[in-house]
């Protein structure tokens, strides 16, 4: 197919803007923690834009989107980005430069990855994130991308619907980041002593970077410019509202309504509309998000108050809840009148859809989780997945990046 | 000499060192501080639950003054940095053995 100029600018676009969601995260997740590890939360997220952004031209964007192979990966007539070029792919995207396709997809990949570090900040060895995380990248997420958006990949001939990567992003990274905390354990002093965040500002700007961000995420995984992706982008902005007037409520019941929590809310509104968005009305975009922030408050009152889990940013209770309620509520809420392209969900009378959201949460879901913990082992049995005592309490800034967020005495 | 260090609300700097200097008692250092006494803390919120902080923001005010004005300067922060609620904080009175400018090396009363 010739090039379309409309659709090839706003797929740039839509890579440029996704890219810029991962120092979003680094910004949300750093103003979070206490001051003496910021740097060192703000680079799990940005050294992800290196080496991940390698990873995926060498080798992740052919072992996920290259031929086949019995649908579980894909195969080597990309690597290197072979046969990627300024002509578009015949399967993906066929209306863009194959390249356009294929940067946006990376954005994606970088993403996954820098989410999960939030389960365990204040306490990982920066060395051993990287290995685990060219690990996981290579033996999570290649799959499983190929499995729901590769041609071929099986839960892709099955059926399931993920638009723009409930399944792939966030419940991969949600679950993983569960299965890291059960390997890492709590931070020394938790839950007894108050972990303050440091500048609840900095969360602000990072979920502000994350909801513009997101535009691209989710209508750009349109992959055109026309009206799909107007569909997608109107229903990930009420979504995110949704969510964040819910948690902001819910909050204020409980006592007042906190600022972290409000933020916090509008991301899970994003989460849970991701794979929906250009499947259903921007009107289900509502009840998606509104639906996602109750699951994940209660949810995370139920893990971090009532059991205990040092899930430190809530990633598994922000993530993986709301990307399964998200992968879930696209088998309930989807209408072909949308997109004709998709399937119509149980509202429309089709309740196997919702069978098949179910079979993909499953298998992603377990497959990340089962895997997360045996990558996870081998890295904490060879190099240690944990700082030592010492520089724990020295703070990873120091111990593990020799810098400090706020350092001086002169002003 | 006496140094008189005095723990205060932070928004009473402004009414207390009008009173200080009222009384021409013009030199003085501020730092911000934490701390806590009968007030106890308060109850602040994370995304969900709640913890306490129980170090609360406060002044400490720091000068060095002739033994016969540590009456009047303890009268003027009273009366200044009062609100009858708890936190009002807490004055201290040390012995200073010796105080030297700096500028000139003026030692004692002449430095003060």
């Known amino acids: 197919m010739p090039i379309n100029t409309g659709d090839t600018a706003w797929l740039l676009m839509s890579s440029a ?8 995260l680094a910004l949300f997740y750093g103003g979070m923690v206490r001051r003496k590890n910021v740097l060192s939360t703000i680079m799990m997220s940005f050294a992800c834009l290196g ?65 999960f570090t939030g389960a365990i900040v204040e306490r990982v060895k920066f060395s051993a994130l990287l290995v685990f995380s060219v690990l996981w990248l290579t033996i999570v997420y290649l799959p499983t991308a190929h499995w729901v958006w590769g041609s071929g990949g099986w839960l892709a001939k099955l059926g399931i619907l993920d638009f723009a990567g409930g399944t792939v992003v966030h419940i991969n990274a949600g679950v993983s980041a569960l299965a890291l905390v059960m390997l890492l354990g709590r931070r020394r002093g938790f839950p007894q002593d108050a972990m303050e965040p440091n500048n609840i500002p900095m969360v602000v700007l990072g ?12 209508a750009g995984s349109a992959l055109t410019s026309g009206g799909l992706a107007s569909s997608a ?72 108050i009532k059991r205990g889990m040092d899930d430190s ?21 989807a209408t072909v009148s949308v997109n004709p392209a998709g399937a119509d969900g149980l509202i429309m009378g089709n309740a196997m859809q919702l069978l098949k959201q179910l079979i993909g949460v499953i298998s992603v ?47 | ?45 994370w995304r969900v639950g709640e913890y306490r902080v129980d170090l609360l923001p406060k002044l400490k005010i720091e000068l060095v003054v002739l033994d016969e004005d540590v009456p009047p300067v303890i009268d003027a922060i009273i009366s200044s940095a009062r609100t009858g609620d708890a936190g009002d904080g807490k004055i201290f009175v040390i012995p200073v053995e010796m105080a030297v400018r700096v500028r000139t090396g003026d030692r004692n009363e002449a430095a003060i």
Request: with cysteine.
């Open chain 2, 1 to 45: 000499m006496k140094k008189i260090e005095a723990i205060i609300r932070e928004e009473r700097l402004d009414a207390v060192k009008k009173a200080l200097e009222e009384k021409s008692y013009f030199g003085m250092t501020v730092s911000e501080v934490s701390g806590r006494g009968k007030q106890k803390g308060l109850s602040l919120q």
């Open chain 1, 207 to 218: 979920a502000g970077l994350l909801w513009f961000g997101w535009f691209g995420f989710n």
């Open chain 1, 313 to 333: 940013l809530d990633v598994f209770a922000c993530h993986g809840l709301g990307g399964i309620w998200g992968a879930l509520a696209t088998g309930i809420f």
């Open chain 1, 233 to 304: 982008f109107v229903a990930t902005n009420v979504a995110a509202a949704a969510a964040a007037f819910t948690w902001m409520i819910i909050s204020w019941i409980h006592k007042r309504p906190t600022v972290l929590g409000t933020v916090t809310g509008a991301v899970v509104g994003l989460v849970a509309i991701t794979p929906a968005a250009g499947f259903v009305t921007p009107l289900a975009g509502i009840a998606i998000g509104a639906i996602a922030a109750v699951i994940s408050y209660y949810g995370m009152v139920l893990l971090k």
């Open chain 1, 17 to 24: 803007l996704v890219m810029l969601m991962t120092p979003g």
């Open chain 1, 51 to 115: 080496l991940v952004g390698l990873i995926w031209v060498l080798y992740g964007y052919s072992f996920s989107f290259g031929t086949d192979h019995a649908g579980i990966i894909g195969g080597v007539n990309f690597l290197g980005l072979n046969n990627v070029g300024q002509d578009p792919s015949s399967i993906y995207a066929t209306t863009v430069p194959h390249l356009a396709f294929m940067i946006f997809q990376a954005m994606f990949a970088i993403i996954t990855v820098a989410l």
């Open chain 1, 365 to 411: 879901g377990g497959f990340a989780f089962i895997m997360t913990l045996v990558l996870g082992k081998l890295v904490d049995k060879t190099i240690g997945l944990r700082v030592g005592q010492v520089e724990e309490t020295v703070g990873l800034d120091i111990s593990q990046h020799g810098e400090r967020a706020y350092g001086g005495f002169l002003r």
